[in-house]
């Protein structure tokens, strides 16, 4: 018997050299169900051969007696290797049909459960995304305060991108060179994705600022169109009809901006920019009037502004020039009429109709 045996590792030995006939990637694969190579190695010979020891198997495999221990410790814990029913203290193999085809099932069940339990989990965590959402949504629905030049910027930029039929915009202060240089490449990209843009700019800026000139006629032949005014309320972005954005506290450019996405309030900035839109001429129109008895457009609104009491900062603010300039203006327009203070000035505007009584303070 013991030459039998002898014989029949011998003849394992040869026909096999302690290699699998199965590739690398198949060897790998049996990790799924736990098993590394040394433990596979073993379980594919105790197939082959129907009398091995662990003696043997070490002598055949090149590996201690430890590492067998644990390579046939890891095959009868999965029932791959079992005590035989005939004889005393040796392990057969069982038939790969029933223990492999039992170990993949069983795989296979966990999977199917995990599975299922990831997409359980999918589903809960749109459910969460959309409650965030819906939260966002109801925060953000009537109005939204942003705080910071670097968030405004951020939040303003993501919503003109979110841009798909018009946006309307009021300028009431002069943009710097770099803030044009950044809004050259926004406002191309608006205007490429066949957003409709519409401008109202004021004509004090139009007229200190040729680089700001050169930056709206940019935008003309791009596609959008641009109108000057002597005045405008306040700065405003309007987006699709969804969303105005307008500063916190006009006086203060630093204070923040606010979104405002309530419907009749955006129908009324909607109302105020067309009104104001039909009132300004194209960019290039020469707005001079032969008549120098006649006000221009700055000048009446000029004009207008002073009966209203504005003080000659805050008609500065509204009709974007310099103090100075403002002062100049003025001064001018009462050596024309021939006043010889702003009581007078006041008093002959509104003489001639240029000032109606329930302007003056």
Known sequence: MAQSTDAMGAGASTDLNGRTPLTEDQVASFAALGLDALALRVYELALLLDDWTPVQMCEWLGVDADGLGSAIESLTAKGLLTPSQEIADVLRAVNPRVGLSRLIEERDRTLRMALERLSQTRAATQKLIEVVDEHDTRQRSSLEQVTGRDRVTDRVSEILRQATSEVLTMLT????????????????????????????????????????????????????????????????????????????????????????????????????????????????????????????????????????????????????????????????????????SRFELGVVCSARGWVKPTERR
Request: charged content about 30%.
């Open 173 to 340: 202060m002069l943009p710097s060179p770099d803030a044009m240089a950044r809004a050259r490449r926004g406002d191309a990209a608006l205007l490429e994705r066949g957003v409709h843009t519409r401008m109202l700019v004021l004509i004090g800026h139009v007229r200190r600022c040729r680089e700001y000139v050169g930056y709206l006629e940019e935008l003309v032949e791009l596609g959008a169109e641009v109108r000057v005014v002597a005045t405008l309320p306040t700065r405003m972005v309007l987006v699709d009809e969804l969303a105005a954005i307008v500063p916190s506290d006009p006086d203060e450019p630093g204070a923040g901006a606010t979104i405002i996405r309530h419907h009749s309030l955006i129908r009324l900035m909607r109302d105020t920019f067309e009104s104001l839109w039909n009132d300004g001429r194209l960019l290039g129109d020469n707005d001079d009037c032969p008549d120098g008895h006649e006000p221009n457009e700055l000048q009446l609104e000029v004009i207008r502004l002073l009966g209203r009491g504005n003080k000659d900062e805050a008609i500065a603010r509204r009709v974007g020039m310099s103090l100075r300039s403002v002062r100049r203006l003025i001064s001018q327009i009462s050596q024309d009429l021939g006043s010889n």
